[in-house]
Each structure stands twice: as C-alpha cells, then as structure tokens.
C-alpha cells in the first residue's frame, strides 16, 4: 500500500482523501436544481436558496445560468460547484434531467466518483430515473437514492423500497425513516441512532432548516403512533438485513437512501454527512489500455465537457477538467494526448455555476476550467511527465435532423463562427455534404430540444438569427467511402461528412435501413458508437 511518505508530494494524496465528487441526477421535476441550492445553502456557499419559489422565479439559482433554463424552469446543461463541508471539499456537478440532453449527463458521469439519485415520492421511479441508474451500474458508480419531496402527497416508504429492489436490483439501505406520511412530514428517524429529527419550516425554504433531536422516549410522547409506525417499520428493514454496508455500497450492490424535503431544506444536512462519511474519495481511474492511474501519479486530467456563454462579461470558453491524478498548478505546461503538443494552463478558474475565481491548485477529484484552451475537445486527456489517455466519451447516435440556416445572410461570419463553436462543445453533431454544400449544414441530435439550445445560443452568443428544416431521417449510421459510392442517389438516404471526417449516412426509417443492408450486404454501416440514447438514457 502506498503510504504519504512513499509519494513525492505527500500532499496529493492527503488532498485526494478529502474530496467527494458527485452528479446530482434524476428525472425531470424531480427537484434537483432545488436540491442542488439546499446542499449549497447548508454548506453555508450560498446565503439563501434562489430556486425555492417555483419556476417563475430562478434568477438566483446557481446551478441554472443559462436565460433558457431560467425562462423555462428546466436544467438544460451541466454545471460545476465546489464548496468546503467541515473537513471535505465537495465537487458537485449537477446535470441536465431532460433525455434530451443524455449525452451531457453521460459525460458528466464520466467525471463524477458517486451519484446522488433523487426519486419524486408520489412518482417513484420514472423512465428517466431508471435509465440513469443502468448508466450508473455501468460505470460502477455507487448511488445514493434521495426520496424527495415528502412533504408532499406520495407513496408509501415501503412500497418504495419494495419499487427501488425490484426494478433496479440494488438493495435498498435507508439511513433515516419518515415520521408522518408523506405530506404530512413531522421529521424523520435515524436508524443509526435511534433519535427522532424533527423537521422544522422556514420561510419560502430560502434559509437553512435546522433540524431538533430527540430521544426516542421524547419522540414517543411527542409524534405518538406516527412514531410507533416509524420504528417498527424501521425493525422490518432490520429483520431484511437493509442496513448500511459501505463494502456492499461501494460495490455497487446497495445504495443508501434517505428521505427528505429539498424545497424546504430539511434531510439536507444528512445528505451532506452522508456523502462525507460514505462517498468514495477520489481514487485510482483506469487509462485506456486498462491500467489505474493512481491519484499520486504526476498530473493528468481529462475534458469532459467544454461550455461557452456562461458569463456575458466574458466572451471566451472553458474546458471542464477532472483533475484524475497529482497536482495541478497554473501556469504549469502540459501535454495534450491526442496531439503530443503541449501547452500552458494561464488561464484555470475554479468554477461555482457560472462564476469563476483564478485558482493557483488542484487536486485529484477536482474539476477545474481552463480558459480558451481552443485545441481541447470532449474526451481528451492532458498530463504533465508520464504520458496517459483516458479512455474516450462516446458519442450518441443522433436521431433528429435539421438543415441550418443564417436568416441574414450578411451574418455569415456570425453564423459560421457560432455553429463551430456550439461543435466544439459537442452541443449539437454538425454534417455537411457536396450537395448541400460547405454553407449549409446539416445538425444531428439525439432529442429536439437540443435544436432549441443552438438556436437560443446562436441569437445570444453570437447574434446570428437561423432558420431550421426539419429533414426526414430517423436513422445515421457510420460508413466508408467505398459504401457511401453505392448509396450515393439512392432513395431515402443521405450522406454526410461529420465534422470529425466520419462519414454519416442517414436513412428515413429503421425498415428502410433494413431493406438497403438486405439488397447490400457488403455495405459499411456501422452503429456510429456503442453507446445510443436508448441504452443510457
């Protein structure tokens, strides 16, 4: 085992030690924005939660900055915070809930050491919900399940545990137990200690609630048969062995759970206590050939998502770094893996929503924003000494087409400029092709709201208004140039160079894909990667 004495910077492994890094997931509506603002606001981040007054009024929302997610009360992009809880640095990334966007919350997956998966009490687990957690099982990621909204109408607390078993196969092993049904939320138990929290309102949720303790006599007198119920069902999860083991939970085989109300700030600061106590530090990633990275290896870190926009006094884009190994210094050069060139980190930001500071350091589990790094792209690994590539995010196989084009023809600089920009983001697939011509591409996506992203950034970042033609393609498949020849003129089909230099071909319907490879056997049609919108999300 490696010891701190055996490193040459004992402080990288000191440092890796102390953080939790973690994606808020869930289905849309569920409450993870809110949940996002209660963690920051019990962390003593914020000093008062801007996402507690419903959609109309997210203006103060951290994790929410785009005018689109404001305007229409959804997350439509993944954002970074960081913040200090006692001892531990947390690294929070919350993510867009809508499958639309399924590509941005996979990235941000791939970045994250633990999930935290929020479940609407009266809906349970939802198709969303359920397609996050097999993306979660996939990447071995430990989950800690979140019953939200308990002061609301809901299910029942066993019928829900009954739900989580059965349909994702992870046995369910709650930390605390409602007192009160939900709706009627009077705190909540602590298995552990046998204690009663109770839950205590404030204004609006906007400002911290603190949460009273008492003991079970006390708890008896007070809540009566609402208590009585809490502890024997508590007994039934007992005599079911559904109690906390941190090997089983970090082996992806349990996840703990916790109920809670995040509009109203009460179970948070158990939340937070928990991630402290039992998220995994960041630890030893595997590169691509399969070999750990460990933490205490010299610096390496791969992008996972590059973001322009976010702050309107800044006209420039950052790259999201996970730091995965050493010390990240500004200033310090590092190499980029998929060039071998290297290149100086001036300009790294620590992030919190759309707010940046300069920071000098950073450690293993962190994510840091390196400005106008134009050469990295999503996916690519840099490291200082020993040469390192992670392995690469896939890409989606889009399944809606739009041909784009400038209103004003004189923006074409604009226009162009933006559409390579929102590219290089990997906001949106852009296609070209020599009939249609370099001027007119082609946008793949994997849902329909991401054409509305890139038309509402197009007009704000980039003054350029568009205008979008629905194309009759459900179906784009990776080919040769031998085999784009054949399909060339043939009905039904089109094909397109990626911006990548894949070549794309897109076919109206699955049956019509179908009855091509039957006339065609020999054809090059390949699924564009192994991961699809389907399978993850």
């Given at each position: 085992?490696?010891?701190?004495?055996?490193?040459?910077?004992p402080?990288?492994?000191?440092?890796?030690?102390?953080?939790?890094?973690?994606?808020?997931?869930?289905?849309?509506?569920?409450?993870?924005?809110?949940?996002?603002?209660?963690?920051?606001?019990?962390?003593?981040?914020?000093?008062?939660?801007?996402?507690?007054?419903?959609?109309?009024?997210?203006?103060?929302?951290v994790s929410?900055?785009?005018?689109?997610?404001?305007?229409?009360?959804?997350?439509?992009?993944?954002?970074?915070?960081?913040?200090?809880?006692?001892?531990?640095?947390?690294?929070?990334?919350?993510?867009?809930?809508?499958?639309?966007?399924?590509?941005?919350?996979?990235?941000?997956?791939?970045?994250?050491?633990?999930?935290?998966?929020?479940?609407?009490?009266?809906?349970?687990?939802?198709?969303?919900?359920?397609?996050l957690?097999?993306?979660?099982?996939?990447?071995?990621?430990?989950?800690i399940?979140?019953?939200?909204?308990?002061?609301?109408?809901?299910?029942?607390?066993?019928?829900?545990?009954?739900?989580?078993?059965?349909?994702?196969?992870?046995?369910?092993?709650?930390?605390?137990?409602?007192?009160?049904?939900?709706?009627?939320?009077?705190?909540?138990?602590?298995?552990?200690?046998?204690?009663?929290?109770?839950?205590?309102?404030?204004?609006?949720?906007?400002?911290?609630?603190?949460?009273?303790?008492?003991?079970?006599?006390?708890?008896?007198?007070?809540?009566?048969?609402?208590?009585?119920?809490?502890?024997?069902?508590?007994?039934l999860?007992?005599?079911?062995?559904q109690?906390?083991?941190?090997?089983?939970?970090?082996?992806?085989?349990?996840?703990?759970?916790?109920?809670?109300?995040?509009?109203?700030?009460?179970?948070?600061?158990?939340l937070?206590?928990?991630?402290?106590?039992?998220a995994?530090?960041?630890?030893?990633?595997?590169?691509?050939?399969?070999?750990?990275?460990?933490?205490?290896?010299?610096?390496?870190?791969?992008?996972?998502?590059?973001?322009?926009?976010?702050?309107?006094?800044?006209?420039?884009?950052?790259?999201?770094?996970?730091?995965?190994?050493?010390?990240?210094?500004?200033?310090?050069?590092?190499?980029?893996?998929?060039?071998?060139?290297?290149?100086?980190?001036?300009?790294?930001?620590?992030?919190?929503g759309?707010?940046?500071?300069?920071?000098?350091?950073?450690?293993?589990?962190?994510?840091?924003g390196?400005?106008?790094?134009s050469?990295?792209?999503?996916?690519?690994?840099?490291?200082?000494?020993?040469?390192?590539?992670?392995?690469?995010?896939?890409?989606?196989?889009?399944?809606?087409?739009?041909?784009?084009?400038?209103?004003?023809?004189s923006?074409?600089?604009?226009?162009?400029?933006?559409i390579?920009?929102?590219d290089?983001?990997?906001?949106?697939?852009?296609?070209?092709?020599?009939?249609?011509?370099?001027?007119?591409?082609?946008?793949?996506?994997?849902g329909?709201?991401?054409?509305?992203?890139?038309?509402?950034?197009?007009?704000?970042?980039?003054?350029?208004?568009?205008?979008?033609?629905?194309?009759?393609?459900?179906?784009?498949?990776?080919?040769?140039?031998?085999?784009a020849?054949?399909?060339?003129?043939?009905?039904?089909?089109?094909?397109?160079?990626?911006?990548?230099?894949?070549?794309?071909?897109?076919?109206?319907t699955?049956w019509?894909?179908?009855?091509?490879?039957?006339?065609?056997?020999?054809?090059?049609?390949?699924?564009?990667?192994?991961?699809?919108?389907?399978?993850?999300?």
């Amino acid at each position: 085992m490696t010891t701190v004495a055996d490193v040459p910077n004992p402080q990288v492994p000191r440092e890796a030690l102390r953080r939790r890094t973690f994606a808020v997931i869930s289905h849309p509506d569920a409450g993870k924005s809110t949940l996002t603002e209660a963690l920051l606001l019990h962390a003593r981040a914020i000093t008062s939660a801007g996402a507690t007054h419903g959609k109309a009024g997210r203006s103060g929302t951290v994790s929410d900055w785009m005018e689109m997610e404001k305007a229409r009360g959804i997350s439509v992009t993944s954002a970074a915070i960081q913040f200090e809880y006692h001892d531990a640095v947390i690294n929070l990334v919350d993510t867009p809930g809508h499958a639309d966007f399924s590509e941005d919350t996979f990235r941000v997956l791939s970045a994250v050491d633990a999930a935290v998966m929020l479940v609407d009490a009266a809906k349970g687990l939802e198709p969303q919900t359920m397609k996050l957690f097999a993306v979660c099982k996939q990447r071995g990621l430990p989950v800690i399940t979140v019953i939200n909204k308990w002061d609301r109408p809901g299910d029942t607390p066993l019928a829900l545990m009954d739900e989580i078993q059965t349909r994702t196969g992870l046995l369910p092993t709650p930390l605390n137990w409602p007192v009160g049904e939900a709706g009627d939320l009077r705190g909540v138990l602590d298995r552990r200690s046998g204690d009663f929290l109770r839950y205590t309102r404030t204004a609006g949720g906007a400002t911290v609630a603190e949460s009273v303790r008492l003991d079970a006599v006390d708890a008896a007198i007070e809540e009566g048969s609402a208590w009585t119920s809490a502890v024997e069902e508590s007994e039934l999860l007992d005599a079911e062995s559904q109690n906390h083991d941190s090997e089983l939970f970090l082996d992806g085989q349990t996840t703990p759970v916790l109920f809670c109300a995040a509009v109203a700030n009460f179970g948070v600061q158990q939340l937070l206590d928990t991630l402290v106590e039992f998220a995994p530090p960041a630890e030893a990633r595997i590169d691509i050939d399969g070999n750990p990275r460990q933490v205490t290896s010299p610096f390496s870190g791969f992008v996972f998502k590059v973001q322009s926009g976010m702050n309107s006094a800044h006209r420039d884009h950052v790259a999201f770094v996970r730091v995965c190994s050493g010390e990240f210094r500004r200033g310090m050069v590092v190499t980029h893996a998929a060039t071998g060139r290297p290149f100086a980190t001036k300009y790294a930001q620590q992030l919190f929503g759309k707010e940046r500071t300069v920071t000098d350091q950073a450690w293993p589990g962190d994510i840091v924003g390196l400005v106008n790094a134009s050469a990295l792209r999503v996916g690519d690994s840099i490291f200082e000494d020993e040469r390192v590539e992670f392995p690469p995010l896939p890409l989606f196989s889009p399944e809606h087409f739009r041909a784009i084009r400038p209103v004003d023809s004189s923006k074409h600089k604009q226009f162009r400029r933006g559409i390579d920009q929102l590219d290089h983001e990997g906001i949106i697939q852009v296609m070209r092709s020599e009939v249609r011509g370099e001027q007119a591409p082609v946008l793949g996506a994997v849902g329909p709201m991401q054409f509305e992203v890139v038309e509402d950034r197009m007009v704000h970042d980039f003054h350029a208004d568009i205008r979008m033609e629905a194309l009759p393609y459900q179906v784009a498949r990776k080919t040769d140039k031998e085999s784009a020849l054949v399909l060339a003129g043939t009905r039904q089909v089109e094909v397109f160079t990626r911006s990548d230099g894949t070549l794309l071909a897109l076919f109206s319907t699955p049956w019509r894909l179908q009855a091509i490879i039957k006339e065609n056997p020999k054809l090059v049609l390949i699924d564009i990667a192994n991961a699809t919108a389907d399978d993850f999300m």
